[in-house]
């Protein structure tokens, strides 16, 4: 039967009333989530560091082993939105928890993967983590700390993708030439391991509250200013995933780089991510439109300066390392947008962002792969440089106009 619009409440809202009456924050279990999201994060982007290696011993073209990206992306896509209507019923520590394995499980399938198709599969299990932990993570911060705290909250469970931005790539790059890639996805299966066992210590039961619902997802649709943000995710993240999925061999290829500069310059693309980070949520409180519309512009100037310069090794260093600090930028912006266009019902815009780019990372990934194997790596760079412009222009055009969005 069908449930009348009147009883339908937002778990968001649920959750936020119930942290305004918790008296002590849990600090230890909003760490937990940060550890947990370094550990995805790093899971998601080890394949870009590792693609050459594992292509070679799994016997695959660049291309194809691309699509690990692929596989996590689609299944991310599908998980965002619908797991908390899934698990309505479930303690939402057990449903960290059940993540938290999941991701670990992926690691280790990863680990021992003798063919594409388990490759793949590893990465539809990390899919469901992936997409059900980013839904879920700031409902559940909103319960572990009083309202107040929430940018607190919300700052420290984000520094674990800032770290990650930082470390896996470089780290994944030096450890997969020098151990094989198989030991980097048997350290983030011992990292996902770390994340389990303090949720396990720290976090309190969590009842579900509220009644989750595919209607709220439809009327958050309907909101224009969501589609115009959704339309800029999908432009920014199918062009970055298409480009920075292969920037590895381009610079194999290309500037000619060994695997230390490598992993200097992915090094370098980390560093710039964090700072990024922290310069995109800087910008979104004095001016919201510059900073989602910037972002995406500095990655076509960058993925511009590859396709003409990048011959030169300290060029490419330099693209690259904007690069990262730009799409650093860009979840915080995007972000704030969404919860500004959809204040009333945060935890539906944030699942849609969260399906959005998942979506965007595949179809970047798919297109990435086939210009790849069809016309070689700089067209790759190509796509990205035209989506992330047609991103930077549609968010002045049509982005936000005021501090509401």
Request: with cysteine.
């Amino acid at each position: 039967m069908t449930e009348p619009a009147t009883v339908i409440i937002d778990a968001a809202v649920l959750d936020a009333s119930e942290s305004e009456e918790r008296a002590e924050p849990a600090w230890g279990a909003v760490v937990s989530l940060a550890l947990g999201v370094f550990g995805l994060v790093t899971a998601e982007f080890l394949p870009a560091s590792l693609l050459t290696r594992l292509a070679q011993d799994l016997g695959i073209t660049e291309g194809a082993a691309g699509q690990a990206v692929t596989a996590t992306a689609v299944v991310g896509a599908i998980a965002a939105p619908t797991m908390a209507i899934v698990t309505k019923r479930l303690d939402r520590r057990l449903v960290m928890w059940g993540l938290t394995v999941l991701l670990i499980v992926s690691n280790l399938l990863a680990a021992f993967a003798s063919s594409l198709p388990v490759l793949l599969a590893a990465r539809v299990v990390l899919g469901v983590a992936l997409g059900g932990f980013w839904s879920m993570s700031a409902a559940m911060a909103m319960r572990l700390v009083p309202m107040r705290l929430m940018p607190r909250a919300m700052s420290i469970i984000l520094t674990g993708v800032s770290v990650a931005t930082v470390t896996a790539a470089p780290v994944g790059a030096y450890v997969g030439d020098v151990w094989g890639w198989r030991t980097a996805f048997m350290i983030a299966a011992v990292v996902g391991a770390l994340a389990l066992l303090v949720q396990i210590a720290t976090i309190p039961r969590l009842p579900p509250a509220g009644v989750a619902s595919f209607r709220t997802l439809l009327e958050v649709l309907k909101r224009s200013t969501i589609r115009a943000a959704l339309l800029v995710v999908l432009l920014v993240a199918s062009g970055h995933f298409a480009g920075f999925t292969y920037v590895r061999p381009f610079l194999e290829k290309v500037p000619a780089l060994d695997i230390e500069t490598i992993s200097l310059v992915l090094l370098a693309y980390g560093i710039g991510g964090f700072f990024g980070n922290f310069a995109g949520g800087f910008m979104a409180e004095r001016n919201l439109k510059a900073a989602v519309g910037l972002a995406p512009l500095l990655i076509a100037l960058s993925a511009l300066l590859l396709l003409v310069l990048g011959a030169s090794p300290v060029v490419a260093a330099v693209a690259v390392a904007a690069w990262g600090f730009a799409f650093g930028a860009v979840p915080v912006g995007l972000q704030t947008w969404l919860v500004r266009a959809a204040p009333d019902q945060a935890e539906s815009a944030g699942g849609l962002m969260v399906a959005t780019f998942q979506v965007a990372i595949a179809l970047g990934a798919v297109f990435g792969g086939l210009l790849v194997d069809h016309a070689g790596v700089a067209s790759a760079f190509a796509y990205c440089g035209i989506a992330t412009l047609l991103a930077a222009l549609a968010t002045f055009l049509i982005g936000p106009k005021s501090e509401r969005a």
